[in-house]
């Protein structure tokens, strides 16, 4: 079985663009979180999609969004991108029990740069 | 607020013995604690667990502890071994929700 997949791997933004990064989960799953990595901070929880609907959200402010498509595929932007957003993206994807004893399965994340 | 704290940024320890992980986390809604290792260059993987009714968990060579009246969780490995350096994340969750509040993460450093 396929894992998680995250595209790009890599990105290089300067200030105030907008980036859009994407998810693909493990067949079958039908939820997505998305974590902001930064040092010394750990693992920031964003946001979790569930059959194409938020079900959970972190303290992020709006310019921090997410979608999830049909597929489960998920996509998060990052709009007027500031240079403290630099950090490791990670999604991660599992069934959609809502309890944390079902797995999340996380992806290769995606490093963000902001110049 | 950071709910779950790892004090201990690394840890260096000899092939063989054990290694000691810390966690303490502040919020007594957390039920559910986890352990993840991370590689560079590869997102987190999923170790083991522990619920709040239990005060022990083994997997192999490693071991999760949880002291609910201290707020506090460990992770045990033994023996260590070369592979097992990594980045190790404490986690907590409630069993209502999905959503997991991770610590800062320790780096161990196993020494042939």
């Known amino acids: 079985k396929a894992g998680v997949t995250q595209t790009p791997r890599y990105l290089i933004k300067t200030r105030g663009q907008q980036v859009t990064l994407s998810c693909s989960p493990i067949s079958g799953h039908r939820s997505v979180s998305w974590y902001q990595q930064t040092p010394g901070q750990g693992l920031q929880f964003l946001f979790e999609?569930?059959?194409?609907?938020?079900?959970n959200k972190g303290n992020f402010p709006g310019r921090f969004s997410g979608r999830q498509f049909s597929n489960s595929r998920s996509e998060m932007n990052v709009s007027t991108l500031e240079l403290g957003d630099s950090a490791l993206y990670l999604c991660?994807?599992?069934?959609?029990?809502?309890?944390?004893?079902?797995?999340?399965?996380f992806g290769p994340g995606t490093r963000l740069t902001v110049l | 607020d950071q709910q779950v704290k790892q004090n201990s940024p690394s840890l260096s320890v000899q092939e063989g013995r054990i290694s000691i992980l810390n966690c303490d986390y502040t919020n007594s809604m957390f039920d559910y604690f986890l352990w993840y290792k991370k590689y560079p260059a590869e997102g987190p993987t999923f170790l083991i667990s522990?619920?709040?009714?239990?005060d022990k968990n083994e997997d192999g060579r490693f071991t999760v502890f949880l002291n609910k009246s201290a707020k506090h969780l460990s992770l045990h490995i033994v023996p260590s071994q070369p592979g097992d350096s990594a980045v190790y994340f404490c986690a907590a969750g409630e069993t209502s929700g999905s959503r997991l509040t991770f610590g800062e993460g320790t780096q161990l450093t196993v020494n042939p």
């Open positions: 522990i619920s709040s009714i239990k």
């Open positions: 991660a994807s599992s069934l959609g029990q809502n309890k944390p004893s079902d797995t999340q399965y």
């Open positions: 999609y569930f059959s194409e609907t938020q079900r």
